[in-house]
Nanobody, 121 residues
Framework: QVEVVESGGGLVQPGGSLRLSCAVF????????MAWYRQAPGKQRESVAT?????????ADSVKGRFTISRDNANAKNTMYLQMNSLKPEDTALYYC?????????????WGQGTQVTVSS
């Protein structure tokens, strides 16, 4: 059984910062890609930031220069972070963690339940 758990969301004023965390428990599959997505009310879920096994990253244009994704691979931990700075009201959304990889030859893809980020004065 694999469980993906996000934490760190909350209410912050514009210009503030938050750090989201994502932990993958019970992982017996090889995680190749971890990513953060977000979904605002009335909008489609969108990719925010992605980190690949080799450490390369990719960001949505709307968050480049403000958000930083990182991953802790030490001691077999499967933990990912999203440092969000200079937050804007339009960053308000439910943020989801995604972990994708393989178990043998089988592709696996897991989602967390999401953590709410609200940017408001």
């Amino acid at each position: 059984q694999v469980e993906v758990v996000e934490s760190g969301g909350g209410l912050v004023q514009p210009g503030g910062s938050l750090r989201l965390s994502c932990a993958v428990f019970g992982s017996i599959f090889r995680i190749n890609v971890m990513a953060w997505y977000r979904q605002a009310p009335g909008k489609q879920r969108e990719s925010v930031a992605t980190i690949f096994t080799g450490g390369s990253t990719d960001y949505a244009d709307s968050v480049k220069g403000r958000f930083t994704i990182s991953r802790d691979n030490a001691n077999a931990k499967n933990t990912m972070y999203l440092q969000m700075n200079s937050l804007k009201p339009e960053d308000t959304a439910l943020y989801y963690c995604n972990a994708a990889g393989t178990l043998g030859a089988i592709a696996k893809n897991y989602w967390g339940q999401g953590t709410q980020v609200t940017v408001s004065s």
